[in-house]
């Protein structure tokens, strides 16, 4: 869900957040919209510790990615390079996304108050 933002503000107030969230906001190469999921498993041989109440393997890193109703994109992450390049991306791609949510809601606003939301 998103966050809810405080837009009971002036509208001169809202338009100058506006502005500023406008010259913040930046697409970093790396956005990725995605989870990492930490989890523990046991293998395949049955004489393992894994088997008989010892310590599961892991952590294992997987991207996982929701793609559709059902469908989800997901993949295992061996390296610790490639666990941390998800990690910055995700992050990333939610700073953005939470800059456009608050510009979405001041937006919504402005439009209630029967304000124009082009620039100005
Ligand atoms: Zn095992």
Do not use: W
Request: hydrophobic share 35%; with cysteine.
């Amino acid at each position: 869900m998103a966050r809810i933002h405080h837009t009971a503000k002036s509208t001169l107030a809202l338009r100058r957040r506006k502005r500023f969230l406008l010259s913040q906001l930046k697409i970093f190469p790396d956005s990725l919209r995605a989870s990492l999921v930490e989890r523990f498993s046991r293998c395949g041989k049955g004489n393992c510790r894994c088997h008989h109440g010892g310590d599961k393997h892991g952590p294992f890193y997987y991207l996982t990615q929701c793609l559709a109703v059902g469908r989800v994109n997901k993949f295992l992450l061996k390296a610790a390079t490639q666990q941390q390049a998800a990690r910055q991306g995700i992050d990333h791609y939610r700073q953005l996304q939470e800059q456009l949510e608050e510009l979405s809601q001041i937006n919504a606003e402005l439009l209630r108050r029967e304000e124009a939301l082009g620039n100005d």
